[in-house]
Structures are given as C-alpha cells and as structure tokens.
C-alpha cells in the first residue's frame, strides 16, 4: 500500500500543470482529487495510483474510467502561493492565443525550467531555433505565463 500522506483541502499540481484539492470520501474510503470547476475527478487507489474520473452528460453520472498510463501520488506537489492562479493565468493565455495567434501557445518545460511563446515554435530554420534559445526561462510555469498575459 502506498503511504498517501494527502491532506484535506490541501490544494496540489498533479504532473505539475493541473491543480486538483485533496479530500477524503467517507462513502468510498478513498482520497479524491478534484480539479477547479469539476472538470475533472481522480479517485486515488490504495496503492496510490490515480483513477480518472468522466463525467457522462447523457445519463448525468460520473463513470469511473481505469486509464494505463495515469499518475500516481508520487506526482503531486504541494501548491504554492502562485498555484490557485495558475488556472486562470493559463485559460487567459489560450483566450489570448485564440484571438490574435490563431489559437497557437507554446508551453516548454526544459532542463532548467520553464519557456512559453505565442505561436508554434520553427525548429527547421537557424532562426527559429535561436528565437526559442533567446526565450526567457523561468524557474515555474506561473512566472513563464505571467509576462503573456
């Protein structure tokens, strides 16, 4: 069994981009993961492995769907003091992206942080590449958008 160490109402960023609460269901005994504005559910297994959450619009019910490849505890972290804004910073940047960039944002994560851009990157031509290179990186993805929006 996995040591959970999760903590009611505790605000988190799974895989490091989407920001989920902690709460545990009495019903089920398990810990649940919920993301801003119930777009998304985890539950979370015993062992620790993250169960993904649909929502069925036609029969108004949530259906529990095993995913292969889903994330586990080990891919939390804590929320710092920026996360809660993360959100609402990202869907002010693809509203940006949307309107005057053809719906094209850029996110990198790279060794030492994190780089984002409006428009699709060009890696075929010499200049496309160092415009990427010449891009600021920031040690988060909150400081990386900040300057977008």
Not at 96 to 112: D, F, K, P, S
């Amino acid at each position: 069994m996995a040591d959970l160490n999760l903590k009611e109402g505790q605000l988190y960023l799974l895989d490091g981009s989407v920001l989920v609460e902690a709460s545990f269901n009495d019903t089920t005994g398990l810990w649940q993961l919920h993301e801003p504005e119930e777009r998304s559910n985890w539950m979370v297994s015993p062992t620790g492995k993250l169960l993904g959450m649909q929502f069925d619009i036609a029969r108004d019910v949530w259906l529990l769907d095993r995913e292969p490849d889903v994330c586990g505890v080990e891919n939390l972290i804590p929320a710092d003091k920026n996360t809660p804004k993360l959100a609402n910073l990202l869907r002010q940047a693809e509203t940006v992206a949307e309107l005057e960039h053809g719906g094209h944002l850029t996110i990198m994560r790279v060794n030492t942080g994190w780089k984002a851009m409006y428009g699709a990157p060009d890696f075929e031509t010499e200049e496309g590449r160092r415009r990427v290179q010449a891009l600021k990186t920031f040690k988060s993805l909150y400081e990386a958008l900040t300057p977008l929006v």
